[in-house]
């Protein structure tokens, strides 16, 4: 924008070289962190080559990643459109809550409880997006302070609603699916696995997807290329809420109980994911490729760690390190390519 | 002094725009015709950008009329004006930064997979990129289509997509708020090519702009603006810019209807 670039005028571009475009793709945020994955995962594999490499082990590091990795893929969506949640936790938790609730109410056991669990905390998500939603888009709140806001809420209400007691008789045919496999994979594993390649595919090749990275890029753009700002923000929210819920049913089938404590830092876990994935803060850029590089550079550590013998609070140290490092580096990144 | 305007396609008869007790148009006059750069001058102030809101749809008018192709047209919103051939370039692109060049083009137009990938919402990057890169090589804008971020491309470039943009959707009419405000001089020249390119394909143009030496090089008329009343229609072949100057000052007045 500056007059001094006018010399810079005509071909600059059009023809990049291979060795530029091989540069520039090494350099993206997503493709660092999967460096550095990659990097974590080899090291670990040379000092315990057996226990790291095993498939129970393997098996163990998906499992702990998986509902960490549906988190993080909702709090990317408002993060693409330079918002954020901050509730993750709290409406996981919730989620939970009123899923054991309703199983309990309708009583039994068997697959229609199962089904019914989920769809309800699936929908006490979405309920919590849709307000998200609203107190952005239309309330004009910054997403920062609407989603602190229901972060205590969401969690204060579950205590209220239970007494201050998890809740523990979560029907077997829910906590069948925290155990069981599908050839092998836990169905966590398939759960999560398939969520990040929908949303991937949403973000990536749909309308919804674009209109998500513009929004995040400039809303006064969207808004004069006749994009419904507003009406797109609450679905982003929604999206966020939802895929949050079905965490929460998810974490009810792995641990059997409501977690009411356990989730206070649930949703720094995901921001930390999503950012070490190259989601921007600011907005209109990030790929779920990306998140689940994210997710599992922190459970590679944790897992590598006890493995190895080496304190596990090491795994902490390490995650803020490599946070910092992948953000250095993309600052790096923006200021050669502007 | 006044020049030959056969058939106006635009055009604005006495608008009236009040804001509160300020008037920022009294009664002012307006035209454009196909094929044709009109520069709309003024000083800061005159009514320039609250006249081009009214003709792009933005704000209604207190009153007066607007007519195209000579009936009368209510412009209730900018997507009724678009709907009508009119786009506009707006002074700061209003482009999405983190997208490529032909993301921006079809932003909010997007082209769609035909069958049912369509109708679940998948987009046809394939046919946006090929149709984008078409606009770009016609109007002689070096833009890489896809695969760049806006951001990382130069001011010359980014004002060629905006340009690409309104002009690849308006069959009618382009107004371009200060396309060269932020411009070295090699970029000015490449964006004052690219209108007379617009205007050879038989839009009429519509650019705001201080700069009288860029008026008089690519405009076919000017039409000056002072205090929100039209002062001066001039043949931009045969003013100079003492007289368009005098104009924009009032230091001559003369008003035409």
């Known amino acids: 924008m500056s007059p001094s670039s006018a010399a810079t005028v005509a071909p600059a571009t059009g023809t990049e070289s291979p060795r530029a475009r091989l540069t520039s793709l090494l350099l993206r945020p997503s493709t660092v962190t999967f460096i550095i994955l990659v990097v974590i995962v080899a090291v670990f594999a040379t000092i315990a080559p057996v226990s790291f490499t095993s498939v129970s082990n393997t098996r163990a590091i998906l499992t702990d990643a998986s509902i960490l990795l549906i988190l993080s893929i909702a709090i990317n969506f408002p993060m693409i459109t330079a918002g954020i949640d901050l509730s993750t936790g709290s409406v996981l938790v919730f989620s939970g809550v009123m899923s054991v609730k309703v199983m309990q109410a309708f009583g039994g056991d068997g697959p229609g409880v199962a089904v019914l669990g989920g769809v309800v905390a699936v929908a006490s998500g979405l309920g919590w997006g849709v307000l998200h939603g609203v107190l952005v888009a239309y309330g004009r709140i910054p997403a920062f302070i609407a989603t602190l806001g229901t972060l205590g809420a969401a969690l204060g209400l579950s205590y209220i609603i239970t007494g201050g007691f998890d809740l523990q008789d979560v029907p077997s045919s829910v906590t069948s699916i925290g155990s069981q496999r599908l050839l092998g994979v836990p169905w966590l594993v398939v759960a999560a696995a398939i969520v990040a390649i929908v949303f991937g595919v949403l973000l990536q090749a749909t309308r919804f997807g674009r209109h998500t990275y513009a929004i995040g890029a400039s809303q006064e753009a969207a808004r004069r290329a006749s994009i419904n700002v507003n009406v797109h923000l609450v679905k982003v929210y929604v999206i966020a809420g939802g895929l949050t819920g079905l965490a929460g049913f998810l974490s009810l089938a792995r641990f059997a109980t409501t977690t009411l404590a356990g989730h206070a830092t649930d949703n720094l876990q995901a921001v930390t994911a999503v950012v070490l994935g190259g989601t921007s803060l600011f907005g209109g850029t990030g790929a779920i490729v990306g998140t689940v590089a994210g997710v599992f550079i922190p459970t590679v550590l944790q897992n590598g760690f006890v493995v190895t013998g080496v304190t596990p609070y090491w795994q902490q140290v390490a995650v803020g390190v490599v946070l910092i490092a992948a953000v250095y580096l993309d600052k790096i990144r923006r200021s050669r390519s502007v | 002094m006044t020049s030959s305007l056969a058939e106006p396609l635009l055009e604005a008869r006495n608008v009236v725009k009040t804001f509160g007790h300020v008037q920022a148009l009294r009664g002012a006059d307006f035209a454009v015709g196909a094929g044709e750069v009109v520069a709309l001058m003024g000083d800061n102030g005159a009514g320039k950008s609250t006249l081009i809101k009214i003709l792009s749809g933005v704000q209604p008018p207190t009153s007066g009329e607007v007519l195209m192709d000579g009936e009368p047209v209510e412009l209730r919103s900018p997507d009724a004006a678009r709907a009508l051939g009119i786009e506009t370039v707006y002074q700061d ?55 760049q971020t806006v951001r990382g491309m130069s001011g010359g470039q980014r004002q060629g997509v905006a340009v690409c943009r309104a002009v690849m959707w308006a069959n009618r009419v382009v107004f371009m708020d200060e396309p060269t405000a932020a411009l070295g001089v090699a970029q000015t020249r490449n964006v004052l090519d690219l209108i007379k390119r617009v205007r050879d394909r038989g839009i009429a143009v519509v650019l705001i702009s201080h700069s009288v030496p860029d008026v008089l090089d690519v405009a076919d008329r000017i039409e000056v603006l002072r205090l929100g009343r039209r002062v001066a229609r001039l043949d931009a072949r045969v003013t100079n810019t003492q007289e368009v100057v005098a104009a924009i000052t009032g230091a001559r007045q003369e008003e035409m209807r």
């Open chain 2, 93 to 147: 692109l209003a482009l999405a930064d983190s997208l490529d060049a032909a993301s921006n083009l079809f932003l909010g137009r997007e082209h769609m997979r035909s069958g049912l990938l369509g109708r679940l919402g998948f987009l046809d990057k394939k046919t946006m990129r090929s149709e984008a890169a078409r606009v770009f090589s016609e109007l002689s804008v070096t833009v890489t289509p896809g695969g």
